[in-house]
T-cell receptor, first 116, second 114 residues
Framework: GAGVSQSPSNKVTEKGKDVELRCDPI?????LYWYRQRLGQGLEFLIY????????KSGLPSDRFSAERTGESVSTLTIQRTQQEDSAVYLC??????????????FGDGTRLSIL | AQTVTQSQPEMSVQEAETVTLSCTYD???????LFWYKQPPSRQMILVIR??????QNATENRFSVNFQKAAKSFSLKISDSQLGDAAMYFC???????????FGAGTRLTVKP
């Protein structure tokens, strides 16, 4: 598609369950970001992928959070043993990298995660 | 650490009027980027405008312009001729040059009155 695609759009799950969120970036975008947005708040950086380099995991809040990306395609964000404080919208963004400089990020519609 | 502050949780403007959204940031870096993103109820983040810190000229995009004051670490967004479709959350963001971590402010909810 033309834009960043995220699935599912909404996810409701019970506390303690694992969840997997998916992001399909814009074709040709080598950089991919995950953010968390709690209700009424700004975005928190979680993790960044650039090509085949080691990901920047500096924003992951705990070891229950992990993410993978195969090459320059789809990424999945996994949250294990979910807690109620994990309830948020999880946004994915992708961008081009030109001349070593990251271009503006294009965002998906996000996944709204609700932990019961 | 870099922080971004938006001191106006909510703003309101009459259709066709002009409104200015405030943003300040804290950094010790000299090279960085600043952004304004719009987030309508659909949740999608839409880039409105961006400014490179090394450029003295303020960025403009149609009805949107910024007032970038580097010494004051201020980056306000001016929306001229406001339209109903401008109603959204607006986020100011900072990113250090050649760094992956983008820092966002808490946002300003803009309401446009017909």
């Amino acid at each position: 598609g033309a834009g960043v695609s995220q699935s599912p759009s909404n996810k409701v799950t019970e506390k303690g369950k694992d969840v997997e969120l998916r992001c399909d970036p814009i074709s040709g975008h080598t950089a991919l970001y995950w953010y968390r947005q709690r209700l009424g708040q700004g975005l928190e950086f979680l993790i960044y992928f650039q090509g085949n380099s080691a990901p920047d995991k500096s924003g992951l809040p705990s070891d229950r959070f992990s993410a993978e990306r195969t090459g320059e395609s789809v990424s999945t964000l996994t949250i294990q043993r979910t807690q109620q404080e994990d309830s948020a919208v999880y946004l994915c963004a992708s961008s081009l990298v030109l001349g070593g400089s990251n271009q503006p990020q294009h965002f998906g519609d996000g996944t709204r995660l609700s932990i019961l | 650490a870099q922080t971004v502050t938006q001191s106006q949780p909510e703003m309101s403007v009459q259709e066709a009027e002009t409104v200015t959204l405030s943003c300040t940031y804290d950094t010790s870096e000299s090279d960085y980027y600043l952004f304004w993103y719009k987030q309508p109820p659909s949740r999608q983040m839409i880039l409105v405008i961006r400014q490179e810190a090394y450029k003295q000229q303020n960025a403009t995009e149609n009805r949107f312009s910024v007032n970038f004051q580097k010494a004051a670490k201020s980056f306000s967004l001016k929306i001229s001729d406001s339209q109903l479709g401008d109603a959204a959350m607006y986020f100011c963001a900072y990113r250090r040059y050649n760094n992956n971590d983008m820092r966002f402010g808490a946002g300003t909810r803009l309401t446009v009155k017909p």
